[in-house]
């Protein structure tokens, strides 16, 4: 970066295969702080498919095999050289015309002068969705208990039809991407969709990271907290930037095959220094769900004041401000709620079956598990409470839809898409507790046993027992009470 950022240190870079999940946990998810975990890639099918031999022992992409097995109608692509708000400009075109441009790049299709300004970057591919019977790589365990693409594969993000219909570069089927970009591609200073952690494995290339603390976040803002800076190559405004030369940065240069954990709220900027394929994964769960709530009450507060002008002459003023909310971020007080709700009962059904004699072989820390998330889903739910969106006039006027999905807790008990959440994560867990690093086997519907992978028993009456403790979940007073009943004689974990 030229010597344009104070860098006070290196990114930890640790043996991934020799790390517990634990010790991840303890060491950098809770307390959030960067990891390059290496060792995690070896049986990975992208690493040999999706790669040719390069010099010495380095790969370099193969990007004639993209074109044969992938033809995408179409792939998001940024123009690195080109600025559309706060990102690089995004153009729309097939597979093969991404690469013959990078192939044309490659052999001089461009003269030397215009070579920086010819530069894209695939960026945003929902490989996992569009080719699901390919199994490219397996999520490392430490990386499993991810909420947010557990939830798309089942649910939308959205309950109401004028806000699931905008078409939001947000809004989307799930957060598992491959990005591809020649060297000297890059990607501008920017914190992850939701605050979400994410993880980025390089299948092959390198990458120049720099990243900096959420304690400095504020510092790359101008005064009125409303622009950031966009590329740290650029010469940094002191004037609109005042506090930007107080940052402290830390750096990583990602080898091909190594995997970067990058928490919530770290902002980052991105250098392919070379010819680069990545695997990248956003996702939250427990230890990140605050900073999901903090993000989305903070975007609320600017949607309202934005248009609190109008206030005394809109009929539906809260609601205007959860479509604002919804279209800028990507989820609305409401898609939030019904997302916690569900995640409360299938860690409620799972602690449930992990008190029944027939699993007493599951571990202590497996429950320590499913209390710490229910306590952290708790904490957010007693920060809902007081807002306008739940007061009994604003929820009159919410769709039936969002109503009856956060509320009835038999129907949401019942549905499919509630069914195969419960297994997906009783399975994320299980394959946690055994500390397995292969893949999770896909699940199938059996009706005639409960859904929970620890549980033995055909004729499991969980249901019964979570409805004869609430049977609606109506306000998140409600949620706070439910999880409480339920923790309170398990004070000691």
């Not at 441009?101 to 996992?128: I, M, N, P, T």
């Not at 928490?263 to 230890?287: C, K, M, R």
């Not at 602690?351 to 229910?374: K, P």
Request: glycine share 4%; charged share 25%.
């Amino acid at each position: 970066m030229d010597g344009r950022v104070k860098v006070v240190g290196q990114v930890e870079r640790v043996d991934g295969a020799s790390l517990t999940y634990a010790e991840f946990v303890d060491r950098f998810m809770e307390p959030n702080s960067p990891v390059v975990l290496t060792g995690l890639t070896a049986s990975w099918r992208a690493r040999e498919d999706w790669t040719l031999p390069g010099p010495g022992d380095r790969r370099r992409p193969d990007l004639c095999f993209f074109a044969r097995n992938f033809p995408s109608p179409l792939v998001q692509v940024a123009d690195c050289s080109s600025r559309e708000f706060t990102d690089q400009k995004r153009l729309e075109m097939s597979m093969q015309e991404f690469i013959d441009h990078w192939v044309g790049d490659a052999h001089g299709g461009s003269g030397a002068g215009d070579r920086e300004s010819s530069l894209l970057y695939l960026k945003d591919w929902h490989f996992v969705k569009e080719y699901p019977n390919y199994i490219a790589y397996t999520t490392p365990t430490f990386f499993v208990d991810d909420w947010l693409n557990m939830y798309l594969d089942s649910h939308p993000i959205h309950r109401d039809s004028d806000i699931a219909n905008h078409k939001n570069e947000i809004n989307c089927s799930d957060y598992r991407f491959v990005y591809m970009g020649a060297k000297g591609t890059w990607t501008p200073l920017h914190a992850d969709v939701f605050r979400s952690y994410s993880w980025s494995a390089n299948v092959c290339g390198r990458k120049q990271w720099l990243l900096l603390s959420p304690s400095q976040s504020h510092c790359i803002f101008d005064r009125y907290m409303r622009s950031s800076v966009y590329n740290l190559n650029d010469d940094v405004s002191e004037k609109r930037f005042p506090e930007f030369n107080k940052t402290e940065w830390l750096e990583c240069i990602q080898e091909q095959n190594e995997i970067i954990f990058v928490p919530s709220g770290w902002y980052h900027q991105v250098h392919n220094l070379e010819d680069t394929i990545s695997i990248n994964h956003n996702w939250f769960n427990a230890y990140s769900l605050q900073w999901v709530w903090n993000l989305l009450y903070e975007d609320y507060k600017v949607a309202k004041e934005y248009i609190e002008d109008i206030r005394d002459i809109c009929d539906d003023f809260e609601g205007l401000c959860q479509r604002n909310l919804a279209a800028n971020t990507g989820m609305n007080f409401y898609d939030f709620f019904v997302f916690i709700v569900r995640f409360a009962l299938a860690n409620l059904i799972e602690l449930y079956h992990l008190q029944q004699l027939e699993v007493a072989t599951f571990s202590t820390e497996t429950a320590h598990h499913f209390v710490y998330n229910l306590k952290s889903i708790r904490n957010v739910a007693s920060k809902m409470t007081s807002t306008e969106a739940f007061t009994t006039e604003n929820l009159r006027t919410i769709s039936e839809d969002n109503r009856s999905a956060f509320s009835n807790v038999k129907q949401i008990l019942e549905e499919e898409s509630f069914k195969r959440l419960l297994m997906t994560l009783s399975k994320a867990y299980e394959h946690i507790d055994r500390g397995q690093r292969n893949c999770l086997e896909s699940c199938t519907l059996d009706a005639k046993r409960c859904l929970s992978a620890i549980c033995l028993k055909s004729d499991c009456n969980v249901v019964d027992h979570i409805t004869s403790l609430i049977d609606e979940v109506c306000v998140p007073a409600d949620l706070v009470t439910l999880i409480d009943i339920v923790l309170s004689p398990m004070d000691s974990f």
